[in-house]
């Protein structure tokens, strides 16, 4: 029976027989199972250490877990009627679940990310990635099958924990379908990140060994951080929120319990998109998550399809980039604070600065991943300047350089990366359009989106024109050349320029300048500053686009006289 059942997971899924087949020996087993349940006794064990006894009700020590009046975090102990002291069960169970639920959905995440990146990596290293590639199995099977193979050994971990977790839940009150819609949630992360990082794992294997620790270093930092930073100042109506959404840690369910002990704990209850009221229920709060990993995931899957088939595609197509930063700024505008901004007739005045500050922050991230997305390297430029070339030779007019711009996989991402800003830009300016703020408010808006524009532009030009250098570690340069102009400029202007509200035409050609024009300070408030950064900015970005031009050219030009001169 084992038999068949191993003989049809291979025929049902090649490349996760193969993973499994691996992974799943005893000794890997009775470790994994091992680890689990000793990680589950140390936890509960420790709980128990916390537990309070007669003695804090003889000194009149308090306790979290005691059932007294609540002072500074910690509640008074009291006894019963047989002397035994009265313990809060509730609260225990709580924190033994909310900790088991942080520890298990961490874990997955960042060691199975880690896993997955190292697995590529090696597979990479042993030259038996080509080899899966040439396999009759569909690029969907194989990366399924890493998905559900090369973590297994953790899924095996979490799941005998399982039954401390929905035991702890139930006793502290929590609903089994709050539960259950929290392990949708889990599922669903994982989905997402390991999509995530078996696409890292494809486009970034030029960073060698280095790239899982990166990968699953600069994950952990990120739940960790959004988790300390935001979990005890937490705002449903603000575009942060859908950091939270992203961060199953923020969607752990909670019983009813002393506020005291709940007061930290991210709450959903406010959350409005647009005018919907989402966070009126968890349920709808979990659909409205799984919703945005499932957008997420859509578009990580068609990048994972192409990066798959050829290592030199990009990850996106430039059709596809459109679609996502429309569906991105749908998401994250939804999030915005409708109620006070709109529906409001007095908001206050910092609401429109805090939200498209954080807007344009959350939309830098997104520009961060489409520069790299549909920008092209080397290769495939030198290619679309060759047969560019010679095609409009042969078929003059058959299509325009500027469609081929917007539309081509293989042409410059420059002009793309501009119209993904208007739609951007589009987007955001309605929304401060219909704001219930004065004019000038309005306007400093608007001239931050252009700015934060015309710096994606810039950031564009650059990478575009570095991944066209000779250099063999031209991924590499082009990383360290962004980095460096996106830091360093703020970092020399603190230290030449220190007070941004006398120099702040200095400062707006580095990356705050978004948020000098958003705050209208210092010498900002003669409109000739702001027009002439502006013009300065469009100087710059044409003087590179001029040079990626005259050496798309040249490539083309050589590339042509020596084809026909081997014909």
Known sequence: ?????????????????RELKGRFKPRNILLASAISVLGQFILFMSFQTQLPTRLNVFNKNPNKYCTGITQYGLSECLSDKFGNVAI????????????????????LLVAGTYLLINDLATEERRDTLNFIRLSPQSPQSILWGKILGVPALLYIAVVLALPLHLWSGLNAKIPLIEILGFYAVVIAANFVYYSAA?????????????????????????????????????L??????IVGLINPSFLIPYPEI??????????????????????????????????????????????????????????????????????FIGIIL??????????????????????????????????LYLIAAITPGRITLQDWARYRHIERNKELGK??????????????????????????????????????VSINDKTNAWMALLFAGILALFYATITQLTLFMKNEQRQLWATGILIAVIVLPPILL????????????????SIVAPIIALSSTGDYKFALVPFFAILGHFAIVGFFVSQLTRKLKKAGESATKALLAES
Not at 1 to 17: C, D, K
Not at 88 to 107: H, K, M, P, Y
Not at 335 to 354: G, H, K, M, T
């Open 399 to 436: 299509t325009s350089l500027i469609h081929d711009l917007i539309w081509g996989d293989k042409s410059p991402g420059i002009l793309a990366i501009a119209i993904n800003a208007i739609i951007s830009i589009t987007c955001l300016s309605c929304f401060v359009l219909v704001t219930q």
């Open 1 to 17: 029976m084992t038999q068949s059942l191993i003989n049809r997971l291979g025929n049902w899924n090649p490349q996760l027989f």
């Open 236 to 241: 449903t109506n603000s575009p942060v929120t």
């Open 88 to 107: 809060n069960w509730q609260l225990l169970s709580f924190d033994i679940f909310s900790l088991l639920s942080i520890i298990a959905s961490f874990g």
């Open 334 to 367: 939804g999030c915005a604070n409708w109620q006070d901004l709109v529906f409001s007739q007095l908001p206050r005045n910092y609401l429109i600065q805090e939200n498209i500050g954080l807007l344009m922050i959350l939309n830098f991230g997104l520009f």
């Open 494 to 509: 603190a230290l030449f320029f220190s007070n941004p509200e006398k120099n702040s035409f200095i400062w707006l050609f």
């Open 198 to 234: 078996l696409l890292f794992g494809l486009v970034g294997s030029w960073l060698s060994s280095f790239q899982a620790w990166l990968g699953s270093g600069v994950l952990l930092g990120y739940l960790l951080f959004t988790k300390e930073s935001l979990e005890s100042s937490f």
């Open 258 to 327: 002393n506020s005291e002990f709940t007061k930290n704990i991210p709450h959903f209850t406010d959350f409005y998109w647009f005018v919907l009221p989402i966070g009126e229920s968890f349920i709808t709060t979990v659909c409205f998550a799984i919703a945005v990993y499932f957008v997420g995931a859509y578009f990580i899957w068609q990048s994972l399809q192409r990066c798959f088939r050829d290592s030199n595609a990009t990850m996106l197509s430039k059709k596809q980039s459109y679609l996502l930063t429309a569906w």
